[in-house]
C-alpha cells in the first residue's frame, strides 16, 4: 500500500505560478511511475503529466505543454508539479496517482495509489 500527500494548491492570480507536491509513503518510490490529474467542477479526470520510474522520461497533455514541469526526487519521494503562467481554465483540484506497471498513463484505470487532491484555484 502506497499512500500519497499531496500540497502546495491554493488561489493564484492568472499569469502566476504554483509548484504542487506529492509525498509518497513507499520505500520503493523509485518502482512508480507518477502522473498528475485534475478535475474541474463538473468534468471528468483529466490527465495533466506523466513522470516515468526508470529515465523520468516524463509526457504533458497538450493543454499545459510548455507551462507545467514534473519531476521527481526518489530520495524523498516526492513528485512535483511547477505549474507557471497559470489560467483561469487550470482551476481544479489536482491529484497525483502512482502506478507500478510499465504502459499506459494517461487514464486513470492506468493507476493504483491516489492522494486526496489540492485544490487550485486561478483567479482572472
Known amino acids: 500500500q502506497v499512500q500519497l500527500v499531496e500540497s502546495g494548491g491554493g488561489l493564484v492570480q492568472a499569469g502566476g505560478s504554483l509548484r504542487l507536491s506529492c509525498a509518497a509513503s513507499?520505500?520503493?518510490?523509485?518502482?512508480?511511475?507518477m502522473g498528475w490529474f485534475r478535475q474541474a467542477p463538473g468534468k471528468e479526470y483529466e490527465f495533466v503529466a506523466t513522470?516515468?520510474?526508470?529515465?523520468?522520461?516524463?509526457y504533458y497533455a497538450d493543454s499545459v505543454k510548455g507551462r507545467f514541469t514534473v519531476s521527481r526526487d526518489n530520495a524523498e519521494s516526492t513528485v512535483y508539479l511547477q505549474m507557471n503562467n497559470l489560467k483561469p481554465e487550470d482551476t481544479a483540484v489536482y491529484y497525483c496517482?502512482?502506478?507500478?506497471?510499465?504502459?499506459?498513463?494517461?487514464?486513470?484505470?492506468?493507476?493504483?495509489?491516489w492522494g486526496q487532491g489540492t485544490q487550485v484555484i486561478v483567479s482572472s
Open positions: 496517482a502512482a502506478k507500478r506497471a510499465q504502459g499506459s498513463f494517461l487514464h486513470t484505470t492506468d493507476y493504483t495509489f
Open positions: 513522470i516515468r520510474r526508470i529515465d523520468s522520461s516524463t
Open positions: 513507499s520505500r520503493t518510490f523509485s518502482d512508480f511511475a
